[in-house]
């Protein structure tokens, strides 16, 4: 009788347990009794127990307001029945559709108000539109009701961040009446339009790994596995709640803004910029977020990383044999062997290190006449700029023969040139070994079609 369409059953059930009863505190209808178990049935919980969940405080009780929307959904569903006597005449029209197709439009007719339209006869849906505000539910809003089967991914979409009607939040969604053969883009699904930008930042939000095949991404989140197929007008999104991950790799306080410019490359260790007369900042202006890298930035910066990690051992060796050329490296290193035993990922970690370089950067501040006095203004850029070839020339050094023992070799012999020089150097490398284990943290290798989706978020894309 359900899969004949005529009867509509949707099953409330008890949330929480009984209290005050000795001996027994929990549901008296669990959760699979609960309901009949069918596909087309619609299925939903109550926050009370099996006494209270129906009794109502008044018309604002939550209760309430999720049972009288869907009273009304069956109300508005009979009446468009009656409206649109035709729709059984329509049958034959869709048994010439593929059966995938068939079976999906029939198990959603709750959902998308399947009718035809006045002659000339065509078959009618009313589908989701999702703003991009729909997509601005906070972790706890999201749950996806278990048991619930839908034909398109559009209404499990709807139903994972409650916007179905007599959700809690159904008045971010809007629908639009379609004709059938608008929604369709393929032969295996129909489909509706949702913001891609909003859709690519719950994606971004809830990010654990990313596989890529031709024209086709598969994005694991912790709350869906989406797929993002790429044709030649449209972005097609398909869901599946079976292959969902335990843990996200995106903070709670993602910005998506920056996440954006990481995907578009702008992002940089910015070492040239860092420097100024008496003066040095982190020079990080990415918050917490992932950074979505391309495969040849991110290969850079792990390379990067390891160059100032070997440049920092070559400078303390030097150190250890030159110690009165280096007034203030000892109190260097003894902040960086602070830092070096946790992640450079805090905000204490991050200060504790450009202490450091400061220090080694007072080494590196003294004029050539004496040993106490700092550079001149005048002199500092110039200064700055031969520290910055030198690091460069070590750098390129390094990428011919990768050993420590080449970074050794460049430093000793600029250490007979100049202190001054090799002691700016030094600092220059940590700084950029500091931005670069701040940046690899959260640095994900990501396909260029995931960093092009990112990089231009406008417009549609179709969820079915």
């Not at 790429?230 to 335990?246: G, I, K, M, Y």
């Not at 990481?262 to 260790?269: I, N, Q, R, T, V």
């Not at 035993?341 to 970690?349: D, G, M, N, P």
Request: hydrophobic fraction near 40%; aromatic fraction near 8%; charged fraction near 25%.
């Amino acid at each position: 009788m359900v899969r004949s369409d005529e009867i509509k059953i949707y099953s409330f059930r008890e949330e929480k347990g009984m209290s005050g009863l000795y001996g027994f505190d929990a549901k008296v209808v669990d959760d699979f009794s609960s309901i009949i178990g069918d596909a087309a049935e619609g299925q939903e919980g109550i926050d009370a127990n099996h006494i209270q969940m129906c009794k109502f405080f008044g018309r604002d009780d939550p209760g309430y307001k999720k049972i009288i929307g869907v009273l009304k959904e069956f109300v508005r569903d009979s009446e468009g029945r009656h409206k649109n006597p035709g729709l059984d005449s329509f049958g034959e029209e869709l048994k010439k559709l593929p059966r995938i197709l068939q079976e999906k439009l029939q198990l959603d007719r709750p959902y998308n108000k399947l009718h035809v339209s006045e002659p000339p006869c065509r078959l009618l849906l009313e589908m989701p539109v999702f703003p991009k505000s729909a997509f601005e539910a906070s972790t706890a809003d999201i749950m996806p009701t278990p048991n619930r089967i839908f034909g398109s991914c559009a209404f499990e979409l709807a139903d994972l961040l409650q916007l179905l009607p007599g959700q809690c939040r159904s008045q971010e969604m809007r629908t639009e009446l379609l004709s059938f053969h608008d929604s369709l883009h393929d032969e295996e699904t129909y489909y509706c339009r949702c913001s891609r930008e909003g859709l690519l930042q719950l994606l971004a939000q809830h990010f654990f790994t990313i596989q890529e095949s031709p024209e086709q991404l598969s994005v694991q989140t912790t709350i869906e596995l989406f797929t993002l197929i790429r044709t030649e007008r449209r972005l097609l999104v398909r869901l599946n709640a079976n292959e969902r991950a335990s843990n996200a790799k995106a903070p709670d306080n993602q910005d998506y803004s920056v996440l954006k410019k990481c995907a578009a490359g702008l992002w940089s260790l910015r070492e040239r910029d860092v420097f100024r007369y008496g003066h040095i900042d982190s020079n990080i202006e990415l918050p917490n977020c992932v950074h979505f890298l391309e495969q040849a930035n991110f290969a850079e910066l792990q390379f990067r990383n390891l160059f100032a990690r070997e440049t920092e051992e070559a400078l303390q060796r030097l150190y250890e044999r030159n110690r009165e050329l280096f007034p203030h490296m000892e109190e260097s290193f003894a902040l960086l062997s602070i830092v070096g035993t946790k992640r450079l990922i805090s905000s204490e970690s991050r200060s504790v290190h450009i202490e450091a370089v400061k220090m080694m950067l007072s080494d590196a501040m003294r004029t050539e006449d004496s040993l106490i006095g700092p550079i001149p203004p005048e002199q500092a850029t110039p200064f700055i700029t031969r520290c910055v070839r030198l690091h460069d020339a070590i750098l390129e050094a390094y990428r011919l023969a990768p050993t420590r023992a080449s970074i050794q070799d460049q430093l000793t012999a600029a250490l007979q040139d100049d202190v001054q020089l090799v002691a700016g150097q030094g600092a220059l490398a940590l700084l950029c070994r500091g931005n670069a284990e701040f940046i690899l943290h959260r640095a994900y290798p990501a396909p260029q079609m995931w960093l092009n989706l990112l990089d231009a978020a406008e417009g549609d894309a179709w969820v079915g």
